[in-house]
């Protein structure tokens, strides 16, 4: 159903929000034991945007509770404060972009794609009507201010791609932290920033409020092998390695879950979909909330699965500016697994 759908939300928040699944009680436990019980916490990278959606929805569609699992979903602004969550250990799991475990194995930290959610980044380089005339590519970004949702972020580690591909050494863009909805859409219109990265539903927002034009498009397969040369699996649920290898069933049943939710929305409307988030998601309307929705489908795997050569892409895309990657030899096998999604369906 979702090929022929895809021809074709909120200002993040600094305060940390929790929505649990089911009644909190005690949040003293570290989560999922080697049984498979007790809590797990997961930290999103913004519980409302788009591209993190099967979080929410997995947990709207009670496919957590049939799994016999009491999980906590919180929100942080922007992926690179999620993953300071997840190795202080104040979370068990990170809803987030993959390309963090690549940048944490160099770092000495072990960290693994449990369930990849995508296969393509979703993001969306957008520039300001007033800034239009000027920036007509990456080409154009010397000199000029682009925002990202936080610095050392994804959305950080793509700006910066784009602008060296195109021949714009990083030293020449200035990366602005602006987040996400509200704030990035703000920035724009205050010429805080010239141009940026961002997701649905702040993509969709500006383009309909004309306040802004789409540069460069990664939410679908297409737009991905044009600007990135290849799948960038992105979303996904990522994990310490250590954790998931003393609680695998716990991480057997969190696959399982978000396996399910990932073919419900291969097998629903944008309109069905939105129905099932909460309310105050649409902010910019049902219909517009539908449409943000129905754009960045494609980045969406169905079954969880790393998408073949993605992790390669990433590797290139991280090697090509971060000084930490370029002389560094990365084990790409030990950054995600498929051992729990390869029978989750």
């Given at each position: 159903?979702?090929?022929?759908?895809?021809?074709?939300?909120?200002?993040?928040?600094?305060?940390?929000?929790?929505?649990?699944?089911?009644?909190?009680?005690?949040?003293?436990?570290?989560?999922?034991?080697?049984?498979?019980?007790?809590?797990?916490?997961?930290?999103?990278?913004?519980?409302?945007?788009?591209?993190?959606?099967?979080?929410?929805?997995?947990?709207?569609?009670?496919?957590?509770?049939?799994?016999?699992?009491?999980?906590?979903?919180?929100?942080?602004?922007?992926?690179?404060?999620?993953?300071?969550?997840?190795?202080?250990?104040?979370?068990?799991?990170?809803?987030?972009?993959?390309?963090?475990?690549?940048?944490?194995?160099?770092?000495?930290?072990?960290?693994?794609?449990?369930?990849?959610?995508?296969?393509?980044?979703?993001?969306?380089?957008?520039?300001?009507?007033?800034?239009?005339?000027?920036?007509?590519?990456?080409?154009?970004?010397?000199?000029?201010?682009?925002?990202?949702?936080?610095?050392?972020?994804?959305?950080?580690?793509?700006?910066?791609?784009?602008?060296?591909?195109?021949?714009?050494?990083?030293?020449?863009?200035?990366?602005?932290?602006?987040?996400?909805?509200?704030?990035?859409?703000?920035?724009?219109?205050?010429?805080?920033?010239?141009?940026?990265m961002t997701t649905d539903p702040t993509v969709?927002?500006?383009?309909?409020?004309?306040?802004?034009?789409?540069?460069?498009?990664?939410?679908?397969?297409?737009?991905?092998?044009?600007?990135?040369?290849?799948?960038?699996?992105?979303?996904?649920?990522?994990?310490?390695?250590?954790?998931?290898?003393?609680?695998?069933?716990?991480?057997?049943?969190?696959?399982?879950?978000?396996?399910?939710?990932?073919?419900?929305?291969?097998?629903?409307?944008?309109?069905?979909?939105?129905?099932?988030?909460?309310?105050?998601?649409?902010?910019?309307?049902?219909?517009?909330?539908?449409?943000?929705?129905?754009?960045?489908?494609?980045?969406?795997?169905?079954?969880?699965?790393?998408?073949?050569?993605?992790?390669?892409?990433?590797?290139?895309?991280?090697?090509?500016?971060?000084?930490?990657?370029?002389?560094?030899?990365?084990?790409?096998?030990?950054?995600?697994?498929?051992?729990?999604?390869?029978?989750?369906?």
């Amino acid at each position: 159903m979702r090929s022929s759908l895809r021809t074709t939300a909120a200002a993040a928040t600094a305060v940390l929000a929790l929505c649990s699944l089911t009644a909190c009680g005690d949040s003293s436990g570290s989560g999922g034991g080697k049984d498979g019980g007790g809590k797990v916490k997961i930290m999103v990278g913004g519980l409302d945007k788009v591209i993190y959606l099967p979080a929410m929805l997995t947990q709207k569609l009670g496919y957590f509770q049939q799994e016999g699992l009491d999980v906590q979903l919180l929100t942080e602004p922007a992926g690179v404060q999620a993953t300071t969550s997840l190795i202080s250990g104040d979370v068990q799991g990170v809803v987030g972009f993959y390309d963090h475990t690549l940048d944490l194995q160099v770092k000495g930290k072990q960290v693994e794609s449990v369930v990849q959610l995508s296969h393509t980044s979703g993001e969306v380089e957008v520039v300001s009507a007033k800034a239009a005339g000027d920036i007509a590519s990456p080409k154009d970004f010397a000199g000029k201010k682009l925002g990202v949702t936080g610095l050392g972020s994804s959305t950080d580690f793509l700006t910066k791609y784009l602008a060296v591909k195109s021949g714009v050494p990083v030293e020449k863009i200035t990366p602005v932290a602006v987040g996400a909805g509200q704030t990035f859409i703000s920035a724009l219109q205050q010429n805080s920033i010239q141009a940026g990265m961002t997701t649905d539903p702040t993509v969709t927002a500006i383009l309909d409020k004309k306040i802004g034009e789409v540069l460069v498009d990664m939410r679908t397969p297409e737009g991905s092998e044009k600007a990135l040369g290849g799948p960038y699996p992105s979303s996904s649920l990522y994990m310490n390695t250590d954790w998931v290898n003393g609680h695998k069933a716990t991480v057997r049943k969190l696959a399982r879950a978000f396996v399910k939710t990932l073919k419900w929305m291969d097998a629903h409307s944008p309109e069905e979909i939105a129905a099932k988030m909460p309310a105050d998601y649409a902010q910019g309307g049902k219909d517009l909330y539908a449409k943000s929705i129905e754009a960045t489908l494609p980045m969406f795997t169905t079954d969880g699965v790393m998408p073949e050569n993605g992790p390669e892409t990433v590797e290139r895309v991280l090697k090509a500016f971060n000084p930490n990657l370029k002389n560094t030899k990365v084990d790409l096998a030990k950054t995600y697994t498929t051992e729990f999604v390869k029978n989750a369906g």
